[in-house]
Each structure stands twice: as C-alpha cells, then as structure tokens.
C-alpha cells in the first residue's frame, strides 16, 4: 500500500507527463503521417481519412495531439532553464511548474480557437 508511505508531488508528476507526452507526439507523427499519406492517394482516401479526423474521436484525439504538443513544448523551455542551473529551488520549481500547466492550457485552448474561429 503506496499511499500513507508516499505522496506523488508535482515536480514528479510533470516529469512523468512529459514522458507520456513523448509518446503520444510519436503515436500522433503516425496520424500525421497517415493524413499526408491520405492527401497523395487522392480524394477518396482523404475523404476517408477527413471523416474519421471529423468525428468526435478524431478531434477529441487532435485536441489531446496539440496539447501534448505544447505542454511538450513548454515543458521543454523550462528543461533549458534548469540546464543553466536556474529554478531548482522548490518554490521556483513549483511556480514554473503550474506556468507550464496554465500555458499548455491556454495556449491549446487559444490554438483551437484560432483555428475555429479564423
């Protein structure tokens, strides 16, 4: 029994999401690729693939691709930081930690929105 002996803390958390993000931009390159591949067999096979990218599924799936996307990303920033040495300290650590999490989230949300509204 883990839970009286050990508490996930969010420093833990974000390393172990940015791995699973990872591997979800590499499983999405795959749906990319598919979608290119799709566009050069002709309008049958994009059609196919359009209608499956259009489902609720399909775009539950782009909208979890581009926030893996970003988070990734930002995350990824933040990994530079550290390589300078800065923000080990556990309060800059935790602040830039939760700006990683509200910037993966605003900025997928305003991607989204981007390409929603034009």
């Given at each position: 029994m883990?839970?009286?002996?050990y508490?996930?803390?969010?420093?833990s958390?974000?390393s172990i999401t940015?791995?699973l993000t990872g591997?979800?931009?590499a499983?999405?390159t795959?749906?990319l690729?598919?979608?290119?591949?799709?566009a050069?067999a002709?309008?049958?096979?994009?059609g196919?693939?359009a209608?499956?990218?259009q489902?609720?599924?399909?775009k539950l799936?782009?909208?979890?691709?581009?926030?893996?996307?970003?988070y990734?990303?930002?995350?990824?920033?933040r990994?530079?930081?550290w390589?300078?040495?800065?923000g080990?300290?556990?309060?800059?650590?935790?602040a830039?930690?939760?700006t990683?999490?509200?910037?993966?989230?605003?900025?997928t949300?305003?991607v989204?929105?981007?390409?929603?509204?034009?």
């Amino acid at each position: 029994m883990i839970g009286p002996y050990y508490r996930a803390q969010l420093t833990s958390m974000l390393s172990i999401t940015h791995r699973l993000t990872g591997l979800a931009l590499a499983f999405g390159t795959v749906f990319l690729a598919a979608w290119v591949t799709a566009a050069a067999a002709g309008p049958e096979a994009f059609g196919v693939f359009a209608g499956l990218a259009q489902s609720v599924i399909g775009k539950l799936l782009l909208v979890a691709y581009t926030w893996a996307l970003l988070y990734h990303l930002c995350n990824g920033i933040r990994h530079l930081f550290w390589d300078t040495g800065r923000g080990f300290d556990l309060k800059s650590a935790y602040a830039s930690g939760y700006t990683v999490v509200a910037a993966s989230l605003v900025l997928t949300a305003s991607v989204w929105a981007f390409a929603l509204l034009g």
